[in-house]
Every structure is written in structure tokens, then in C-alpha cells.
């Protein structure tokens, strides 16, 4: 396994993160209604943790040799005010995330790169925790 199947994977969850950043910030201030008092914190939290994943990302990128990548991943943000579909395509996001993150782990872990492995393993648990807290969220929804 090279540094550079590696890096490809890492662009790939960076792309992902900066998607994450951009659509948490949109449904935080486009949320309305009754919903707005938990959701907009909600969204705000996982755009905050969404920038701290790029920076560990990017920064483990450059490490490996790499050229991090500057733009989100091209899958559409949806612009809506329904708060159900917010949270669907939260929980979407947060699902696409987390494959990423499994593929990753998988080619750090041929790589023999310990210490890369558990930071990513410490993003990819992050991932799993926020997906099944929007699922629960969804499911009552």
C-alpha cells in the first residue's frame, strides 16, 4: 500500500468535511420555526467538529506528502427549510462520511501507520456517534 492510495482516500474525507462545513452552516441559519432552538446548535456542533476532522485530515495529508484538496466534494447541498429533510440529508452526509472514513482505516491498516490509523479511528467512531444520534433523531421526527 502506497502513501499515495492513502492520500487519494484522505482527499477524498477532506472533501467530504468541507461539504459538511458548508451544509451545517446553511441549515443552522436556514432552520425555522420550533425546531430552530435545537437544531441550529445541532447543525452548529457538527459543523464545528466537521472543521476539526479537515484539520486533522489535511494536516496528516501533508505529513504523507500529500497536496490536501481545497474544495468541498461536488454532491449538491439542498437548499430547504424543512426540517425533516435537513436532518435526512444530514444523516446522509453522515453516512457517506462514515463509509469514507471505514474505507480509509482499511488502507491505513495495510499501511502499518499506527499512529495515523488511531487518529482517523478517533474521526471515523466521531462519524458513527453523530450518525446514529441523527438517526435517532430522524426516527422521531
Known amino acids: 500500500m502506497t502513501n499515495e492510495h492513502i492520500i487519494e482516500k484522505m482527499n477524498l474525507a477532506l472533501g467530504w468535511e468541507l461539504r459538511a462545513v458548508n451544509m451545517y452552516a446553511h441549515y443552522s441559519a436556514n432552520v ?12 452548529n456542533t457538527e459543523m464545528t467538529e466537521s472543521l476539526t476532522h479537515a484539520d486533522i485530515v489535511r494536516k496528516a495529508i501533508v505529513q504523507l506528502g ?13 437548499h430547504t427549510t424543512n426540517y425533516i429533510d435537513t436532518l435526512n440529508y444530514s444523516l446522509e452526509t453522515e453516512a457517506k462520511a ?3 472514513y ?12 499506527q499512529d495515523l490509523y488511531d487518529s482517523i479511528e478517533q474521526i471515523y467512531l466521531s462519524e458513527l456517534r453523530s450518525l446514529e444520534e441523527l438517526r435517532l433523531v430522524v426516527t422521531e421526527s
Open 32 to 43: 425555522r420555526g420550533i425546531h430552530r432552538l435545537q437544531l441550529s446548535p445541532l447543525f
Open 66 to 78: 500529500g497536496v490536501p484538496v481545497t474544495e468541498r466534494n461536488s454532491h449538491p447541498i439542498i
Open 98 to 100: 462514515a463509509e469514507v
Open 102 to 113: 471505514a474505507q480509509l482505516l482499511e488502507l491505513i491498516g495495510k499501511a502499518d501507520e
